[in-house]
């Protein structure tokens, strides 16, 4: 617990709230009255997660409507998110499970992590309060909502808009390399007016990639994005 305690940048002051949070109900299942398994703290965790996301997008977009909020958070708090989250910190290795759910890897699938690191959250809410709690979240939302937030602007479209004014000039979109295992991989992407390079991306998917690309390019055009 120590190493787990160094990752994720926090100490418990009781260590059983964090023990909680590492038990799944199958281990529980299997050791009756001996464990509480951490569906309870998953409940709680989520609650506090909602608070903390929508509080930084609120204060960190004032002109975005309640819609494009929603659809930010959601994308930001979602299975895929939180379960790569959980795998940057190892969680998983972490967390007592079942005979059963150990034999077949089920400390790797998506919905287990995810539901660990809601629970992991509440752990550190109930053990050190909101701010450790905040302070633990934004960690990793702060890092990934410029990313996330990408996807609310189509620089693609608007790039291909003004290209398209001179038939002459072509856009091309180029993987040129991907990063990171199987379940949390990483795509470089290079952007191409005719042979020139006038933008790259780094994202989660192509798409994301080819969007950032795009929006390097239009800021290079002084296109403002």
Known sequence: MDKLERKIEYTF???DYLIEALTHSSYANENAGGFSCNERMEFLGDAVLSIISAEYLYTKFPEMPEGKLTKLRSSLVCTQSLSAFAREIELGSRLKMGKGET??????????LENAFEALIAAIYLDGGMDEAKRFVLRFLSREVDSHHVNFRDYKSLLQEIIQQNPDETLTYTVVGTSGPDHDKRFDVELKLNSNIIGKGHGTSKKNAEQLAAKEALELMGVDV
């Open 13 to 15: 002051k009781n260590r």
């Open 103 to 112: 034999a077949c890897g089920g400390s790797e699938r998506p919905s287990v």
